[in-house]
């Protein structure tokens, strides 16, 4: 089957609002394009979620933004582009449509981790499931063999966002044990990547429980510049892109609740539909 070129927006995805703040720097950096966001809402987290099934419901967010015209999908969740990327870019993409793009935010995270460590000590914190997948580690090792990484789990960090909250004195609690943990591993961590696109929300937390010396990395401004690379390598793929600056939040969940909790990442109102896939 041929497939015509389509045009359209570009996708962004996530289990739910962690996304955003992928998209909010996306946004700033290249304004003109227009951008549809979903959210899983309903089915997050994903984090604890085993390989298969968060393979399904990336595989599932993908068909439904290529079914609404989206040339491009970004998964804006380091958990589904470490347990579902490499197996849709190798083996679905050909089936659905092998002129489109799904891309993820781990190689970009990894790629820029040389512009920001001093002694090569890379901490790394995200959820069970990026953690376990060993993602971030098998990247490393590619890219940077002579760095250390160390690695740790926060399972309670998602559900805290998700749940509106990221500044209650229990969310003190969690992140304090997380980055003491992750310390205590290499006290000589001098690059701490914030390896869920949810953590942002918890920046001001983790800041005040990490050492001063130590930089902590978001990975907004590091995908918006990825994005920003590839679609000056790709004008075959920039070309298809539609610009009217626009952008429309979708969510499986109910919208009023996706709106109320999107505008605290944005910080600016939005209005979001349900949608099902
Ligand atoms: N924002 C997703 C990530 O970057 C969170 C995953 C989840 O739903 O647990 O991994």
Redesign the pocket.
């Known amino acids: 089957m041929t497939h015509r070129p389509q045009t359209g927006p570009i996708g962004v995805f996530?289990?739910?609002y962690?996304?955003l703040t992928i998209l909010r720097d996306v946004r700033r950096l290249l304004p003109g394009y227009d951008y549809m966001y979903l959210g899983d809402n309903a089915r997050?987290?994903?984090?604890?979620r085993s390989f298969d099934v968060v393979y399904r419901f990336t595989l599932e967010a993908v068909k439904y933004l290529f079914g609404q015209g989206c040339p491009l999908v970004i998964l804006?969740?380091?958990?589904?582009?470490?347990k579902a990327l490499r197996t849709i870019q190798q083996c679905d993409l050909e089936k659905l449509d092998p002129t489109r793009r799904v891309l993820g935010?781990i190689r970009p995270t990894v790629e820029a981790l040389g512009t920001h460590t001093l002694n090569g000590h890379i901490g790394i914190l995200?959820?069970p499931?990026?953690i376990n997948s060993r993602s971030y580690d098998i990247e490393i090792a590619k890219l940077w063999p002579e760095f250390t990484a160390s690695t740790h789990a926060c399972p309670m960090w998602?559900p805290l966002v998700?749940n509106g909250e990221a500044s209650s004195p229990g969310a003190d609690y969690f992140v304090r044990q997380e980055t003491s943990a992750l310390f205590r591993t290499d006290p000589d961590i001098d690059t701490v990547v914030l390896?869920?696109?949810?953590?942002p929300l918890l920046l001001d937390k983790i800041r005040e429980n990490v050492p001063k010396s130590a930089k902590i990395l978001t990975q907004g401004e590091i995908v918006a510049s990825s994005l920003f690379g590839y679609l000056d390598r790709h004008p075959e793929m920039e070309s298809r892109l539609t610009r009217n600056a626009t952008t429309q939040f979708l969510t499986s969940e109910h919208p009023d609740k996706f709106s109320a909790a999107a505008t605290i990442f944005l910080g600016h109102d939005i209005s979001a539909s349900h949608v099902e896939y």
Do not use: F, I, K, L
């Open positions: 996530d289990s739910g962690g996304g997050a987290p994903y984090g604890t804006a969740c380091n958990t589904a582009s470490a935010v995200g959820t499931g990026t998602v998700e390896a869920c696109t949810h953590y």
